[in-house]
């Protein structure tokens, strides 16, 4: 099936550093991924949704200069927490829809958890 | 503004007996519904999913009921097993043929099969 991968699966950072996560789609190409934040024992919540070649588009309340998006190729996305807090410190998940494949095609990665101190 | 809830936060069921998880919606432009499986600091493990135009979809140990009408979905997992210990999550997405359909999650349940 489908698979996503995303790097690293864990990071921790010290607080006012730049934080880079990468989303690879390994079998199938994406020209949309999406980027999710989970809280503890919360839900996952849908921070932007990255186009590849052009800009994000981002949620209601998720700053756009701190998480920022890039999607420069069809299998690759990456999410840059800049100028990380404490409050920042959080579950990441990205997914990609391939179109094809169980759930609609809908692929997750692993996650990534940032701990800022 | 939740879209989607799951009004139970947590669940206890003794192993073999029936986990029924229940999903209420209030967007109306919801026609494709999917099941979650997550541990943590892990991602979601897709389960099982619906479209609007059917009211029950079977897998295995796992059914997902959808009751259109009163914007409703549960899912059966039977026999429960101490592996099925989980949080579950149902999400929904007004159309599934785009690339960009975005997923919208519920809130989440804590499924606990006791020995």
């Known amino acids: 099936g489908a698979v996503v991968s995303q790097h690293p699966s864990w990071v921790i950072c010290k607080s006012g550093t730049s934080v880079k996560i990468e989303c690879r789609s390994l079998d199938f190409q994406a020209t949309t991924m999406f980027w999710y934040r989970q809280f503890p024992k919360q839900s996952l919540m849908l921070m932007a949704t990255?186009?590849?070649?052009?800009?994000?588009t981002y949620e209601q309340g998720v700053e756009k200069d701190k998480f920022l998006i890039n999607h420069a190729s069809l299998t690759l996305s990456t999410l840059t927490v800049t100028s990380a807090h404490p409050e920042d410190s959080s579950f990441y998940i990205c997914?990609?829809?391939?179109?094809w494949g169980q759930g609609y095609g809908y692929t997750f990665g692993s996650g990534t958890r940032l701990t800022v101190v | 503004d939740q879209q989607v809830k799951q009004n139970s936060p947590s669940l206890s069921v003794q192993e073999g007996r029936i986990s029924i998880l229940n999903c209420d919606y209030t967007?109306?432009?919801?026609?494709?519904f999917l099941w979650y499986k997550k541990y943590p600091a892990e991602g979601p493990t897709f389960l099982i999913s619906i479209s609007s135009i059917k009211d029950k979809n079977e897998d295995g140990r796992f059914t997902v009921f959808l009751n259109k009408s009163a914007k409703h979905l549960s899912l059966h997992i039977v026999p429960s097993q101490p592996g099925d210990s989980a949080v579950y999550f149902c999400?929904?997405?007004?159309?599934?043929?785009?690339?960009?359909?975005?997923?919208?999650f519920g809130t989440g349940t804590r499924l606990q099969v006791t020995l």
């Open positions: 997914s990609a829809k391939s179109g």
């Open positions: 967007n109306s432009m919801f026609d494709y």
């Open positions: 999400a929904a997405s007004p159309d599934y043929t785009g690339t960009a359909s975005k997923l919208t």
């Open positions: 990255s186009n590849e070649g052009s800009k994000a």
